[in-house]
C-alpha cells in the first residue's frame, strides 16, 4: 500500500500523508556520503528504486536536477528511455514531480560560475542546459523550477566586478522567463539564497537579498524564492524570518528544510536536527499562514549510515514536521501561552496603523508620553518562552 511502511500503526499521528506535501530531491535520499576529505561510503542507488524508496517511507514526491536523472552526456534516444522509466515508475509508486532544477555547478565548465561566468560561451552554455532541463520538469509535471547558483560567486573580487555579475545573472533569468512563456509553460521560478559554499561568497547571499534582485528581472511576477533552512543559519541568520519577509512579499513559491548548526561547515541535517526551537517557529508559520506549498527536504543522512539509515533520515524529517505541527497546535490552543499573548495587544487607540493624516500627525504632535510607565511594565517574554520549551519537552 502506498505511503505505509511495514509496520506503521494505521492511527500513527506521525505517519506522512500526501497532503502533507512532503517531497525529497533524488540528491538527497541518493546522497552517497562523499565529503572534501572522503569518497562515497554507500552505493549509487538508481533512481527509479529510490523512488519505490520514497513512496514507502511515506513522500508525496521527488525533486531533481537534470543530471540525477540524466546523465550529463546522454545522448536523445537513451535519455527519453531514462525519462519513460522514471515516469513509470513514479506513475506505479503514486510520486509526484512538483520541482525541477538545472546542475550548474558540478560540471569543471562551471568553475567560474554559470550565469555569472566571465566566458560568454559558459553562459549560453548554461542557459542552453537549463533550457532542456525545464523541458524535462515539464514533461515530469513539476510548476516550480529552482535556481541555486551555488557557483555564481568568487573567491576574489579582483577577478570580476559583482556589477557584471548581477547583470549577467539578470540577463539569464530574463532570457529564461522569456523561453518559459514562449514555450507556455506554466512554471514559477525559485530563487534559492546560500551566503558561502562551495564558492568563497556567492552572489544574493540571503533571501533578501534575492527578493532585492527580483524586484530589477523583467518578469518579477514569474519568480520568488526557496529559502534553506541550513543557508540562512549558516549567515546566523533566522530562517522564520525570511520565510516572513518572502511570504509577506506574496515570493514564497518553495522551501527546502534541514538542520544547520551556524559557524561549521555546510552540514544539510536532517530537519530539526540542530536546532528544533527553530524548526518549531518555523513549522508554526508555515502551518498558521497556510502555505500550501512542497515541504521540500533538501537534506541528507548522516556519512554513517546504510540505506537503512537513510530511510531512518527520509522518515525523521517528515516526522520531525509532523511533531513540530502537532505542538503548534498546542501552543494556539494552550490558554496561558494565549492569555500572555493577547495581553500584549493593547490595542491601537493612538490609531498609528491606520496611516498619517494631518489632523492625525498633529493630535500626535501635542500627546504627552509617560515614558517611565512605557519602560516598567514587563512583556512576560521569559515566562512565555519556558512555557514554550516546555510544551516543546512534552511536559505541558
Ligand atoms: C545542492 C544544494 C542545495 C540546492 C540544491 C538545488 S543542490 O545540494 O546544497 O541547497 O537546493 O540545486
Ligand atoms: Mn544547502
Ligand atoms: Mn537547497
Known amino acids: 500500500m502506498r505511503g505505509r ?42 533512481p527509479v528504486r529510490l523512488v519505490q524508496l520514497l513512496a514507502e517511507v511515506g513522500a508525496y514526491g521527488v525533486n531533481l536536477h537534470d543530471n540525477d536523472l540524466v546523465p550529463i552526456d546522454a545522448g536523445a534516444a537513451q535519455r527519453d528511455a531514462i525519462v519513460r522509466e522514471f515516469r513509470q515508475a513514479c506513475a506505479d509508486h503514486g510520486i509526484s514531480v512538483p520541482m525541477a532544477t538545472t546542475n550548474l555547478f558540478s560540471d569543471p565548465a562551471f568553475r567560474d560560475g554559470a550565469f555569472t561566468a566571465h566566458d560568454p560561451q559558459v553562459r549560453a552554455y548554461a542557459l542552453q542546459k537549463t533550457m532542456r532541463a525545464m523541458d524535462l520538469g515539464v514533461e515530469l509535471g513539476a510548476s516550480v523550477y529552482v535556481f541555486w547558483g551555488g557557483r555564481e560567486g568568487c573567491e576574489t573580487d579582483a577577478g570580476k566586478d559583482p556589477l557584471d555579475a548581477l547583470r549577467w545573472y539578470r540577463e539569464c533569468l530574463d532570457f529564461l522567463c522569456g523561453y518559459a512563456k514562449d514555450q507556455g509553460y506554466a512554471l514559477r521560478f525559485a530563487l534559492e539564497a546560500k551566503p558561502n559554499e562551495p564558492r568563497g561568497d556567492i552572489y544574493l547571499p540571503t533571501t533578501g537579498a534575492v527578493l532585492g534582485f527580483i524586484a530589477t528581472l523583467a518578469h518579477p511576477e514569474m519568480v520568488g524564492v526557496n529559502p534553506e533552512v541550513a543557508h540562512e543559519h549558516m549567515a546566523g541568520l533566522n530562517m522564520t524570518h525570511a520565510v516572513a519577509q518572502a511570504w509577506d512579499a506574496g515570493k514564497l513559491f518553495h522551501i527546502d528544510l534541514n538542520d544547520q548548526i551556524p559557524g561549521r561547515y555546510d552540514q544539510d541535517f536532517r530537519f530539526g536536527a540542530a536546532n528544533p526551537r527553530a524548526a518549531f517557529f518555523l513549522v508554526r508559520f508555515l502551518e498558521q499562514v497556510g502555505y500550501a506549498g512542497s515541504r521540500h527536504f533538501d537534506a541528507h543522512a548522516y556519512r554513517s549510515e546504510d540505506e537503512a539509515g537513510v530511510r531512518d533520515f527520509a522518515r525523521g524529517c517528515m516526522r520531525t514536521y509532523l511533531a513540530l505541527k502537532d505542538k503548534a497546535h498546542r501552543f494556539a490552543r494552550d490558554p496561558e501561552i494565549q492569555g500572555i499573548l493577547a495581553g500584549l495587544r493593547a490595542g491601537d487607540p493612538y490609531e498609528v496603523g491606520s496611516g498619517y493624516a494631518r489632523a492625525r500627525g498633529r493630535a500626535l504632535l501635542q500627546r504627552t508620553f509617560d515614558r517611565g510607565a512605557l519602560a516598567a511594565r514587563g512583556l512576560g517574554y521569559e515566562r512565555l518562552d519556558q512555557l514554550t520549551t516546555e510544551l516543546l519537552l512534552g511536559v505541558r
Not at 497532503?19 to 535520499?29: A, D, R, S
Request: hydrophobic content about 35%; charged content about 15%; overall charge positive.
Open 5 to 46: 511502511y511495514p509496520g506503521a500503526a494505521m492511527s500513527d499521528p506521525l505517519q506522512p500523508r500526501p497532503e502533507h506535501k512532503f517531497t525529497f530531491g533524488l540528491w538527497t535520499v541518493g546522497n552517497r556520503g562523499a565529503d572534501p576529505f572522503g569518497p562515497p561510503v554507500r552505493p549509487a542507488v538508481p
